[in-house]
């Protein structure tokens, strides 16, 4: 069995750090596959998608300090040369955390932690609306 | 087909990175794939899975480093002020690595490289017992 | 439906950047699968997958020098003690990205952004002829 859902989340940017695990569950729930594997992928190269705990200084802090540290918004990007724009920053850090997270279903549900939720950054320098894909492939 | 396997990891947290290779590999075995896809997934959000060279300066040394690095465990988390607690260096590590690594399942065997295996990296300030689940679909 | 493709790729290493999203699509069209999985793997601890966009700024200067900055080549490394080699920065940068990259197939297709390509990043430290696994779950 497969089962493709979408869904569209609309964000500010800027390291923006949106919980989307209700939106994977009711793919999940949709699809009523009992066992088998999903695949969040994110649509475009400027937003990444992992899991971390669902509390406001993860989300609104702590992650956007991480990656303003190691991919800063100031530094010097060739990429902004080629487009005259200000996102290569943007580029670096979504490549380097990559567009999908892969999990296992089990008994119609993801074996997530308490604490664990699935979340989408949105580097790019300006709010978007994201095109989310999840790909289910199971029984 | 689909297919469930479960095991536990003791480990001692703090950059502890953990070989476990030979456990997804009982998997594999178990579950009699010939071809597939495999998903490694730790439950929770202070541990992450990737693949390295299984040797001791990488393992014990070298992989620690990089994240004291790029994530010093005495930098200011905003998230250790909503619980009071030690590791928020531990949830930005894990988030930016991410908690699961997907693998091909080709002729009855993930193909690895000759030095490559599967790793699992507890980032909390503590040991823990890590709860890894490997789900296989293929046939 | 399983299906496995496998190609090489000649890279220059030193965080040698290589789109190869089309290698990746002729997978999925010898396959035939309308809708499922995908993962594609590159065999070796020293390379890694993700996405990007496809422009010569972040494929030749960027995604380097980011990976330049936070596991630079002449820092210390242990894994160089134990094989008197010199890319422990090599297998550090591959680890924390990872050797795989998981995409939805949807009617046909994987949903990329326009701007959003498949890219190999070679960190070794010379050339190499690099292994790609592509396995295919779906139907």
New interface residues.
Partial sequence: M?H?GRFQIATRGNAHVIDITDDVQRVVADCGAR???L?V?V???TAAI????S????L????K??YD???PEDG????????HDDN?HS??R?????????????DGAM???T???I?LLDFDTRGRRR?I???I???
């Fill in positions: 497969t493709t066992d088998g594997i695949v992928f649509v475009g190269s992992t899991t971390t705990e509390e406001p200084g993860l609104t802090h702590d992650l300090a991480f540290r190691i991919a010097y990007y060739k990429h902004e040369e080629t487009w290569g580029h670096v979504a490549s380097s955390l990559g567009p999908s997270l892969t999990v296992p279903i089990v074996p997530l932690g604490w664990q939720q979340i095109e894909v999840v790909q492939v199971g029984e």
